[in-house]
T-cell receptor, first 109, second 113 residues
Framework: RKEVEQDPGPFNVPEGATVAFNCTYSNSASQSFFWYRQDCRKEPKLLMSVYSSGNEDGRFTAQLNRASQYISLLIRDSKLSDSATYLCVVPGSARQLTFGSGTQLTVLP | ETGVTQSPTHLIKTRGQQVTLRCSSQSGHNTVSWYQQALGQGPQFIFQYYREEENGRGNFPPRFSGLQFPNYSSELNVNALELDDSALYLC????????????FGPGTRLLVL
């Protein structure tokens, strides 16, 4: 099993839609989790951190289910500018970041 | 902008050559991590430097080596380049005591022919 696995995607949704991505992780001892956003040919940028059951920031909600070892990211009222690749990230034992392979989202007009 | 800079932005090399990539971390950040991102994949951890010493290493061969300098800037060296080394190389820096929150530079895109 990979350390971090994400929905394969790609997701193509209309503007205004709600879309959810799931991510599973293998290390049950992990305490913190992150979602990064990466635009085409750019560097990853931190979108949200998740330390307890969840986190909400405007249209974005991240939820954590420790029992099932999965994290989700919900985007409500999708905008064209939300089009990007979303990376699920779990810190490793040496504080390095372990990334999933990413889920590509395209929001269509 | 994160304040993390990398040079060069693009590089073309041939198989067997050696390459050095550079990274200047954000002010006050003493930990630097390097990642390799192949096309269509997430970044893969290469190694991390803290106070000029290697502080963790991913599953990369010894021909990937690094340095960190007293001003916390860093270099990634790759010897005997292979075609599969073609990727985006990302540097990320973090604050003392918060190594999990990492700020990425724009990356160096390396093409090996």
């Amino acid at each position: 099993r990979k350390e971090v696995e994400q929905d394969p995607g790609p997701f193509n949704v209309p503007e205004g839609a709600t879309v959810a991505f799931n991510c599973t992780y293998s290390n049950s001892a992990s305490q913190s989790f992150f979602w990064y956003r990466q635009d085409c040919r750019k560097e990853p940028k931190l979108l949200m951190s998740v330390y307890s059951s969840g986190n909400e920031d405007g249209r974005f909600t991240a939820q954590l289910n420790r029992a099932s070892q999965y994290i989700s990211l919900l985007i409500r009222d999708s905008k064209l500018s939300d089009s990007a690749t979303y990376l699920c990230v779990v810190p490793g034992s040496a504080r390095q970041l372990t990334f999933g392979s990413g889920t590509q989202l395209t929001v269509l007009p | 902008e994160t304040g993390v800079t990398q040079s060069p932005t693009h590089l073309i090399k041939t198989r067997g050559q050696q390459v050095t990539l550079r990274c200047s971390s954000q002010s006050g950040h003493n930990t630097v991590s390097w990642y390799q991102q192949a096309l269509g994949q997430g970044p893969q951890f290469i190694f991390q430097y803290y106070r000029e010493e290697e502080n963790g290493r991913g599953n990369f061969p010894p021909r990937f080596s690094g340095l960190q300098f007293p001003n916390y800037s860093s270099e990634l060296n790759v010897n005997a380049l292979e075609l599969d080394d073609s990727a985006l190389y990302l540097c990320a820096s973090s604050l003392p005591g918060d190594q999990e929150t990492q700020y990425f530079g724009p990356g160096t895109r390396l093409l090996v022919l």
